[in-house]
C-alpha cells in the first residue's frame, strides 16, 4: 500500500509539473538579426532563438514563435492580458514586475556608440558629456537603453540634434548616409555589426570608448505562466552557464573584435548580477 501510495504521489508531482507550462508556450521574438531572424527557409533562427529553445524545452516547455512586426508597448500590452506568454532579450525594470516574471539573465546585451574613424567628435566619456558638447546623435526612438538615455532621448530630440530610429537593422545604415544623419549612432552592437560589411566595420570606432553591457532574461507573463515554470527556467539557465554552453552562443554570434571588448571590460567589472 505504502509503494502504491509513493507511485500515485510520484505522477501527481510529475503531472502538476507538466501543467506547469502552457500546451505551448508563446514566445514574441523582435526580429532582427543575430539577435533572431528569419533564414533563407523562413525558419526561425539566431541568438536569442538558440538560446531560449534549449532553455524552454529543457524546462518542459513547447515554444509557439511569435514574429508578428509590432512596437514594444504592444507586445508589452499582449503579455500583460496574457495574450503572449514570454518575450526574449528583455532587461529588468521594476515597474514590469506588476505583470511580469523575470528569469535569471541568461546573457549580456552590449549597447554601444559608434561612430566613422574620419569624424571629428570631442573627447566624452558619457552620453551627458556628449550631449552637452552638442554631438548629433543617431538613436532610437523607443525602447530601454539605459537610465542616462532614458533621462537624455527627449532633450536631445527637441535639441534637433537628434535622428531617431524605429529598426536597429535599417538605422545601422544611417552612419554610413551622405550627407550624414549624425556624427555617432546608439545601438545594438551584435545588430549593428551584423548589419555592415567586413569592410565598413573597419571604417567604425567605439565613440568614446562608450558600451553599456548589462544582463537580459526572459520575461513571463504572470497571467499564463506560474512561478513554478520560472524556477525551473531558472534551474536551466544556471546549469547552461556554468557549463558554459550559453556563453559559446554568444561567441558564435559576435565578431572577435567585440567579444575581446566585452570580456576585456567584464575582467575589471563585478560579476553578472542575477535580479
Not at 525602447?143 to 538605422?171: C, D, H, I
Amino acid at each position: 500500500m505504502k509503494k502504491a501510495l509513493a507511485v500515485l504521489l510520484l505522477l501527481l508531482a510529475t503531472s502538476t509539473e507538466a501543467n506547469d507550462c502552457p500546451s505551448k508556450i508563446r514566445v514574441q521574438l523582435d526580429l532582427a538579426a543575430p539577435a533572431s531572424y528569419l533564414d533563407e527557409k523562413g525558419q526561425v533562427t539566431g541568438m536569442d532563438v538558440e538560446m531560449a529553445e534549449t532553455i524552454l524545452v529543457e524546462a518542459g516547455c513547447q515554444i509557439e514563435w511569435v514574429t508578428e512586426p509590432m512596437s514594444i508597448e504592444r507586445a508589452l500590452r499582449l503579455l500583460r492580458e496574457g495574450r503572449i506568454d514570454a518575450m526574449t532579450r528583455m532587461s529588468f525594470r521594476t515597474e514590469r514586475t506588476r505583470y511580469a516574471h523575470f528569469s535569471e539573465a541568461y546573457r549580456q546585451e552590449v549597447i554601444g556608440l559608434f561612430a566613422l574613424e574620419d569624424t571629428p567628435l570631442p573627447a566624452f566619456k558619457t552620453l551627458a558629456e556628449a550631449y552637452e558638447q552638442q554631438v548629433r546623435l543617431i538613436a532610437p526612438a523607443s525602447g530601454f537603453f539605459g537610465e542616462e538615455f532614458q533621462v537624455l532621448r527627449e532633450p536631445w530630440l527637441a535639441s534637433g540634434r537628434m535622428t531617431a530610429y524605429n529598426s536597429a537593422t535599417k538605422a545601422a545604415r544611417l552612419l554610413f548616409t551622405k550627407p550624414r544623419r549624425g556624427d555617432m549612432i546608439l545601438i545594438d552592437a551584435d545588430v549593428f555589426f551584423h548589419s555592415i560589411s567586413a569592410a565598413e566595420s573597419k571604417q567604425v570606432l567605439n565613440a568614446g570608448d562608450w558600451l553599456r553591457i548589462a544582463p537580459v532574461h526572459i520575461m513571463f507573463s504572470q497571467q499564463s505562466v506560474s512561478a513554478a515554470l520560472v524556477e525551473r527556467v531558472n534551474a536551466v539557465i544556471r546549469r547552461r552557464l556554468q557549463r558554459g554552453a550559453l556563453a559559446e552562443v554568444e561567441r558564435r554570434y559576435r565578431p572577435a573584435s567585440l567579444m575581446q571588448n566585452i570580456e576585456r571590460r567584464q575582467a575589471v567589472a563585478t560579476p553578472m548580477r542575477q535580479p
